[in-house]
């Protein structure tokens, strides 16, 4: 989920402004610079972290915790949704993260490392592998009382923070083992919605549901016709979360279904583009090519303007949305997330909380869990040649990159929030889920990085 400019050097050039640089660019220059750098996501994410926690252990906790359970509403007509400013960022910003990830879904099932069955193989059966052996794992010890129902936490990945611990290794790890984790993470991420939507729903108001559905649908008919407009989408998918949220269904899910009516096709193919543009460039060479950075002259702006349809009209709008959406969500929507849930209070007790089974059996199910369940499962699926090991990938790493899958955080997160109400059991998952990535991130990345020099002694 990163929204930085191409990775080619030559392009990234060639779309820099050729005019002498403004006051402007010289300020913006090192935040872009950050952002564009592949571990910025990841390392924003651990700031809000540290804040949060900082801010729960400091004479700034009950101001901390007063502004998360502050009031904000919207009435419309009379009917309106009343929640603290934690539920709105759990349930409303957060649905735009879960949009996001089903725009990433829909486009990997099109055309991406799960649009084949024998690309998808082998992640779709380790994601499954890593979601099972954690909440069995997870069950075993907390099969009955209050913590039975968080079951849940364990099987989620991160990928932000797992992709940002493997680019700390840079060019040392295969591209195959990158792409298997990002696929992996991507079906641990259907796999995540489908608990929340199945497991995770409270008492359901049938009518609510129902017209969150048509709304859904309505943006279906809206694809078929197509309509290519993100702001009938926007719209209707607002309704359609409220909808959701009112009838007990988490919004999130509306975030996500409504993501997958999002039309991914151009309305132009690769051979009439090219044409059309190269009229156009024809044209603006016939009128004049703007010699300088003044003002276009009307014919000029006016072949601008149609150079800006024609490519509009070659891009999806699923990825435009997608691209626009990148930005917003990596460096704003998640780091506030986390801000909002990861301020875990360090008591005097927090050194029992290591011996409670709610604790013990996040942290189990996440490091040893996530990496018996997807390491198991890759190699079944090799050895029964359902699937195959990408190129230069080795089985240690395998092991290493499962051992990373093991990073919660987000979800897991997330998914606390909806398994407990209970403020302590919900500050127990948040040091399990603390202590177990934090393991997993710290020997997944030293086994990767063993791995990694392995293989290079052999290469040399």
Known sequence: MSGAEPDDPELASALRPSGPPRPIDRLLAPLQSFAQHQLAGAGLLMLATVAALVLANTGLAHDYHHLLELELGIEIAGHGL?????????????GVFFFLVGLEIKRELLTGELSTLRKATLPAIAAVGG??????????LNHDGDAASGWGIPMATDIAFALGVLALLGERVPLGLKVFLTALAIVDDIGAVLVIAIFYTSELSLIALGLGSLCVVASVVLNLLGTRNPVPYFLIGLVAMGCFLESGVHATIAALLMAFTIPARTNIDGPDFLRKMTMLLERLRSIG??????????PQQRLFESMNELIDQASAPLQRIEHALAGPVTFVVLPVFALA?????????????????????IVLGLFVGKTIGISLSAWLAVKLRLADLPGGVSWLEVVGVAMLGGIGFTMALFVAGLAF????????????????????AALGYGLVLLASARAKRAHD
Request: glycine share 10%; hydrophobic share 45%.
């Open 131 to 140: 979601m099972i052996v954690p909440a069995v794992i997870y069950t075993a």
């Open 289 to 298: 090519v703007p010699s300088n950075t003044e003002m276009n002259t009307n």
């Open 82 to 94: 009343h929640k603290s400013l934690h539920h709105w960022i759990n349930d409303g910003l957060m």
């Open 341 to 361: 849930n990861a301020g875990v209070t360090f008591g005097e007790g927090i050194g029992e909380a290591f011996t409670h089974p709610l604790v013990i059996g």
């Open 421 to 440: 109400t209970d403020p302590a059991q919900i500050e127990a998952a948040k040091v399990g889920i603390f202590s177990g990535s934090f393991v997993s």
